[in-house]
T-cell receptor, first 112, second 111 residues
Framework: EDQVTQSPEALRLQEGESSSLNCSYTVSGLRGLFWYRQDPGKGPEFLFTLYSAGEEKEKERLKATLTKKESFLHITAPKPEDSATYLCAVQNYGGSQGNLIFGKGTKLSVKP | DAEITQSPRHKITETGRQVTLACHQTWNHNNMFWYRQDLGHGLRLIHYSYGVHDTNKGEVSDGYSVSRSNTEDLPLTLESAASSQTSVYFC??????????FGPGTRLTVL
């Protein structure tokens, strides 16, 4: 069964304290791995898509990496405005076209 | 700008009533999806559609139905609302297997 596990469930950082969020996955054949950001009371906002092991993508203070079993979202020198829940999702070749399987998310809090 | 909208944003209803949540996208995407989000469960797929007149059941489809009469809209109907359906509902759309873009959500409370 396809599965996505995110850790930790919650992470508290001081402003400027770099860290990483983990997304471990089990999938029959990975088509793509997606990272989203979700602010309270809003819908998920797309951040990155990764397709193959070794791939990396960056956006401002965020960098996403992918291996054959997991993905990391690295946050460098975070600011309070980076506080949000970060969601990871996978899309497989064996499943229905376009369908995503989500993890439960990591809630990030960055204190000034 | 193209977008995806949901209405209403908040809804309170009573057990047993029929409720319809609207989703409208202006990207002309073929694929549309409905999810529910609950504490401890993350986002779970309810129903999805790959085009006009196409509908499919997701992981948690019992008690829900959808219909797709045009490209832009995928309304979600709760035939007889139950307290277990109190949740936040998100609609999303995508072109083929590309990125899914989400709406702002509807918070539904069933009393």
């Amino acid at each position: 069964e396809d599965q996505v596990t995110q850790s930790p469930e919650a992470l508290r950082l001081q402003e400027g304290e770099s860290s990483s969020l983990n997304c471990s996955y089990t999938v029959s054949g990975l088509r793509g791995l997606f990272w989203y950001r979700q602010d309270p009371g809003k819908g998920p906002e797309f951040l990155f898509t990764l397709y193959s092991a070794g791939e990396e993508k960056e956006k401002e203070r965020l960098k996403a990496t992918l291996t054959k079993k997991e993905s990391f979202l690295h946050i460098t020198a975070p600011k309070p405005e980076d506080s949000a829940t970060y969601l990871c999702a996978v899309q497989n070749y064996g499943g229905s076209q376009g369908n995503l399987i989500f993890g439960k998310g990591t809630k990030l809090s960055v204190k000034p | 700008d193209a977008e995806i909208t949901q209405s209403p944003r908040h809804k309170i209803t009573e057990t047993g009533r029929q409720v319809t949540l609207a989703c409208h996208q202006t990207w002309n995407h073929n694929n549309m999806f409905w999810y529910r989000q609950d504490l401890g469960h993350g986002l779970r797929l309810i129903h999805y559609s790959y085009g006009v007149h196409d509908t499919n059941k997701g992981e948690v489809s019992d008690g829900y139905s959808v219909s797709r009469s045009n490209t832009e809209d995928l309304p979600l109907t709760l035939e007889s609302a139950a307290s277990s359906q109190t949740s936040v509902y998100f609609c999303a759309s995508s072109e083929s297997t590309d990125t899914q873009y989400f709406g702002p959500g509807t918070r539904l409370t069933v009393l």
